[in-house]
């Protein structure tokens, strides 16, 4: 028996030698994208998220500086896509983020932009979301979010006569409904896509097959304004063994017979399981695989190889059909699926990712950033619309740097304040520039259209308006200015809104015996509030760190009159000293009632008023004299201490997640004001 074994075993050998096809180490991929109807698509979108500032600023991200922080250039990114692109038409990529594709494309040839816009146009790569960044949903203003985006839809359509038609919001954290009828269906976009929801709403939603939705964001606009809505099954990367940067570590496709370790069958099964297992979380029978996550594809070719050999081998197999989409294809695909799908209202706020984790901390993170964004985003309204009045001219200043700043402000790791200082910084610093522009043009706009409204008769003077951008610690040195020997000082106030407002105007003033008056000459009743010491010595302190010099003239009074405004205009007072018998602005008297301790403010109009304490400024009783209401109220200021995530858990409180260290029993009886 033994004897009889070795040869037929050399014979099987020799055989199965024989039968092993001589593969060239050439295979040509048939990647044909295609739709098959009755089997389960698998819609391979190749992305790359990239933060337009995060750990690093946004101009790091893009030319690879700082890579000690992270590995991180988009200048690669971009440059591998395009090329890997031209070497193959079926190949497909989303790109997401203007302010990089904008940085990058100022530095391309006028051959290479020729080859671009034919990819563009082919649909080989596609513009989605399209808005400088991919802004926050829970802190910014929406005006800022319509600005961001509108600015990327204008370059998009200015270089490549193009809209987008999908939201790509894949990693803020959580989602407004706002987003979904304002900046989704409002907007023209045909879907939306993103990732982070609560988790035991992710749980419910892939029991359920409620993952894909449409979502009615607005009760007043209700079915006009819905928007196909798909919320991802896990994360924005790949399912797992599908990541393809040059250090990731899933096992590649090795086809080559001639090298060890061939495993198409393996990985075509890994393929098919992964598929057969989203499909099972997935109305109709269209998937989408995520195929990249945060700034990959520096790289690209290494995803495209992979991805050219599964959907070869895939669809060799024929148990499910892989091909290259985009986001828009496939939401194509969905449209025409004729699939009922459930209805979302509402927002998806507050964002857990997992037990007492809730991303609820970065609704207050960085507030002097945040109230900065606010306060140049209501400059820039005004601003624009001076700068629409006057004219644009090509030499003058303008807003453009100070829109691109605050564009880029309105980022998921911008306004939200989840950025590293030093990004942050880099931020406020872009205002900041933004802002001295459009200073320079809202004065020469002011000017010109005061000037005009003096009339065609008489002789223009150039007035010189002066801002006061530091009013926030009571600095504004034209206001200061004593006003004697018949010096007056012209305020203008401009509304950027389109309905007419009253509002309290404050400014510092050096004088007593003040007179305002209208733009009639009518003289308006206005107060004199005593600056406080204390407001004072940050005054000081701030002056000498913003502006390295001693407030040199000497502040004594708020000067406090009510100014009325029409929409998109302005309106002009005048501050001159008073006459020795005239009227004048009146001392406010709050401060001899601080005085007594049990002394009271009370503030409210008719019949409604609410009483504070003089000294303290808290709130004790609300008052409603017509019906005889008087309830009492307490206020009191209180804090929750973080979880310092030293101990077995290790989620600290921080920027994004306010956790706090313990449970804070709210009693029922327990009034919170
Ligand atoms: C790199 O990042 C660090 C913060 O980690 C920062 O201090 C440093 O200034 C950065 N370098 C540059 C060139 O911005
Ligand atoms: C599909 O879902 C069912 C029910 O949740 C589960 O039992 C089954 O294992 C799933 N199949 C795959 C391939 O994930
Ligand atoms: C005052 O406003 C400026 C910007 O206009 C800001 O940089 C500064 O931090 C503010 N100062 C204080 C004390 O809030
Ligand atoms: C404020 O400071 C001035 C001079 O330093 C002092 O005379 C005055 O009493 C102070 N006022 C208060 C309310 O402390
Ligand atoms: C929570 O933090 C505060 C302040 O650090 C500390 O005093 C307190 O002991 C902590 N409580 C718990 C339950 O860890």
Redesign the pocket.
Known sequence: MAIATVPLTLALLLLALCLLPAQPAYIAYNTTPSIVPGKINVHLVPHSHDDVGWLKTVDQYYVGANNSIRGACVQNVLDSVISALLDDKNRKFIYVEVAFFQRWWRQQSDAMKIKVKELVDSGQLEFINGGMCMHDEATPHYIDLIDQTTLGHQFIKKEFGQIPRVGWQIDPFGHSAVQAYLLGAELGFDSLFFARIDYQDRAKRLKDKTLEVIWRGSKSLGSSSQIFTGIFPRHYDPPDGFVFEINDVSPPVQDDVLLFDYNVQERVDDFVAAALAQANVTRTNHIMWLMGTDFRYQYANSWFRQMDKFIHYVNQDGRVHALYSTPTIYTDAKYTANEEWPLKFDDFFPYADHPNAYWTGYFTSRP?FK??VR?MSAYFLAARQLEFFKGRTSSGPNTDALADALAIAQHHDAVSGTQRQHVAADY?LRI?IGYLEAEKLVASSLSFLADSKVGMGEKKSTTNFQQC??L??SHCPPSEAALQNGKRLVIVIYNPLGWQRNNVVRIPVSDENLIVQDSGGKIIDSQLLPVSNATLK?RSF?TKA?LGASPTESVKYWLVFSASVPSLGFSTYTVSAATQTGPHSFMSTVSSSRESPDATIEVGQGSLKLVYTADAGKLTQYVNTRNQVRANAEQSYSYYSGNDGTDKDPQASGAYVFRPNMTYPIKSDQKFI
Do not use: D, V
């Open positions: 002097a109230g900065y306060a406020a900041s951008p530091l926030n610690i940050l701030y913003y």
